[in-house]
Structures are given as structure tokens and as C-alpha cells.
């Protein structure tokens, strides 16, 4: 195996073994702590620009499913690619073994020439990265080395979203999906319903639109790069047509609304996340990535918080007092991870039949 070097922003350097591609890359250095789930992970399109570490020491152990496709869109991935630039795990499990398995994680990785490095001490990195934050890191082959670089910079939602319009389902009720990152089983969701989708590019102006609903995606990096968006959105808040948003559409419903957006010391990824909503005993388990969150101090008056972390405390979802507007900052459709609150599909669908009736 040929070896490489993790190097952090603060000057540590692990030496490792590479099972993916081999070349020097840079990124933001990110852990999740979900102990399934690296095929749907990978190919999340919120991981732009970030370096993976599971906290689970063995992966790779289940190998990758095939590219079947459904409904026009990958059966088993959140997207047509790996979005990710670099996996960092403990133990590679070259020997895979699952009912759906068609080949290796390093031989997919090689395929979209993503580099992955195992033999580190991935509880070491998680440690530092709680107590530090989110780091810049990179991954550096035969001294072929790269500056270091922050992918929160740029617009990572221009750079995963559809570049065209595209259509999904012929129900009755027609939602207009803006495509921030857009993860595939928002949409396995919603076609579960009596629904046609319009799925449209993140800066698309929507504003004169025919829709029944409108659904705000999740996606990458900073809510604030996304203005065009914003100001799409504070238009269709001046009307009653129901809207729905996920993670980052969370963030920028609330940025529409007038309330500001921070970023999160190292962000919440991974599963069996406990949310509760305020003012009851109501708690759900969710899984979650997002390294931005919504200051609820900064929330207008007619807006208040739909969910709240029970383990910091930070904002998980808010609600318009009278308008059929809400939010999740979690991942309703979950995939990897608890369906538990995957109903928000369909309350969102309900908002949409009472507003035509």
C-alpha cells in the first residue's frame, strides 16, 4: 500500500496508508458519527469540499451497492457522484461482504478519484476537532504538496446543484424544489405522495411560478452565499403558498425571514441526533449534517423555533406563527439513519391540499 500524509492547520501530521486515489488534495477536515451509512455519506452533496472522518473505526465492511436507477435518480446514493474530498478512517475492510454489495469502497473511490487513507487514530482526530473546531486539513502524496484551502469560501451550492430543470412524478399537487445540494431521498419522500416536483437550479427565479408548495433543499457551506436565493424566497414568503426547507433550507428560510445564520464549532454529522420541540415532552431521534445554524435570538416576531438540540441546545427547525411555513435543521428523509420524523413529508403535502381547497 502506498503511504500519504494527513496534515492539519495546526501542524500535525499523521502517516497513513491510501485505498483510494492518489493524489494531493485540501480541504475543510470534518468527523460524523454514524457507524453505517458511508455509500449515502459519500455522496451527500452537503460534504462538498470537506474531509470525512468516521468515528467508527472499521469501514469499508459492507462494500458498495451497484448504480441501479429509480423514479430517474440513483436507487441506492443521494446523488450521481462522491461529493466529498477526501475519506479518513481507522481500519480499512478490504474484504466486503452484503447482499447488494458490487464492489470495494477503495475501488469506488479510485472511480471518482477521491483519495481515502486508513491507519490513523480517527478517536485522536475526533478529539481534536471537538475541542478545537472544524480545522482546514490536506492530504499530501510523495511531497506533492498543496496549500491548505477553505472550501467555506467559495459557493459550494452553485457547484452541486442542477444545472437544469427537471421533473419528477405526475401527481396533483406540484411542488417547486429548489435544488441547493439536493439529496435523492427528498425526493424517494415526497413521490411517496400525490405529487409532481419541479426541480429547478438554487438560483432560478421561481417568483412568477405555478406551484402548490415550495421545498428549500439541503446543500453545502455557508447559507450567506446564497443571496440570489434569499431574495427568490422573501418573495414567496409575502404569499400563503405552504413552504418546507431541510437543513440548509432551514437556514435560508430564516435568512429570508430576517434572522442571521452562524457557524457551528464543528457542526452536527451523523445519526441519533435527539431533537425536542420546545414547550413539550415531544423528542425524535434524527440524523444531521450541517456546520451552520440559525441564532434564534435573531428570529422575527411572527417566527418562532419548531425544534430545538437537547445536546447544545442550537436551533433544529423553525415555524412561521400563522403561515404555513416550517423548517428542519435535521434530515427528515434520513438516509442513512431514524425515520422517525419522516411525517414532515407529509404534513408538508396536508399544507399544500388545505391551501387548495
Known sequence: MSKAKLILEDGSEYEAYSFGSEKSVSGE????????????????????????????????NYGVPDDEQEFGISRNFESEKIHCTALVISDYSEKFSHWNSDRSLGTWLKQYDVPGLYGIDTRELTKKLRERGAMLGKIVFDNQDVPFHDPNKENLVAQVSTQEVRYYGNGKYRVLMVDCGLKNNILRCLLKHDVTIKRVPWNYDFTQEEYDGLFLSNGPGDPAMCTETVEHIKVALTQDKPIMGICLGNQLLALAAGAKTYKMKYGHRGHNQPVKVPG?????????????????????????????????????????????????????????????????FATFVQNMKNCRK
Open 280 to 344: 413539550t415532552h415531544t423528542c425524535y431521534i434524527t440524523s444531521q449534517n450541517h456546520g451552520f445554524a440559525i441564532d434564534d435570538k435573531t428570529l422575527p416576531a411572527d417566527w418562532k423555533p419548531l425544534f430545538v438540540n437537547l445536546n447544545d441546545g442550537t436551533n433544529e427547525g423553525i415555524t412561521h406563527v400563522s403561515k404555513p411555513f416550517f423548517s428542519a435543521q435535521f434530515h427528515p428523509e434520513a438516509s442513512s439513519g431514524p425515520v422517525d420524523t419522516e411525517s414532515l
Open 29 to 60: 477536515l470534518v468527523f460524523y458519527t454514524a457507524m453505517i451509512g458511508y455509500p449515502e455519506s459519500l455522496t451527500d452533496p452537503s460534504y462538498k469540499g470537506q474531509i470525512l472522518v468516521p468515528t467508527f473505526p472499521m469501514i469499508g
